[in-house]
């Protein structure tokens, strides 16, 4: 269910901080439309975090194909961060756990050509940074570390797990 809330941080914080925090203005806005007393939600979001011209840069999703193309021309033959914030939410109050997962991406020089046929293809849309790994994208990826693939993707299932044992959900309380 979209979350429908604003993504913008009012300073520059450190990518896990800001992750994590839009993961759980997510869930909390879903969980503010439910009615049900039992209902959980998984709240996530995703930034990437690049440094251009020796400043760090915090990239959601492009709001068009320019932005996107700019995406994609920092990105390339850079190593940055993709952050997933996982904030999981009970129907009581203590049924809380926020957390963030990193993972470092090394990306190879994408040609200009690539990058025109990718914006071209719309696969930036809805996507942090302007690239989905899970799809044509992991073409100008080179390695990953820390983190997981599951991570890149958009909701880090490891930690997605462990965040549900903290904020003491049901089936795995027992």
Known sequence: MPAGVDETVDRVVEPL????LLAERKARAVAAELTSES???IGADTVVAVEVECRARLLGKPVDEREAKQFLEWLSGSRH???????VLGPSPSDVAVDAERTWVSM???TPAEVAAYVRSGEWQDKAGGYAIQENADAFVISL???????VVGLPVELTKQLLYRAAYPELAR
């Open 39 to 41: 209902t959980w939600v």
């Open 145 to 151: 570390e820390e983190g997981g693939f599951d991570n």
């Open 17 to 20: 901080a800001v992750a994590a």
């Open 81 to 87: 961060q993709v952050v997933t914030g996982v904030c």
């Open 108 to 110: 190879r020089e994408i």
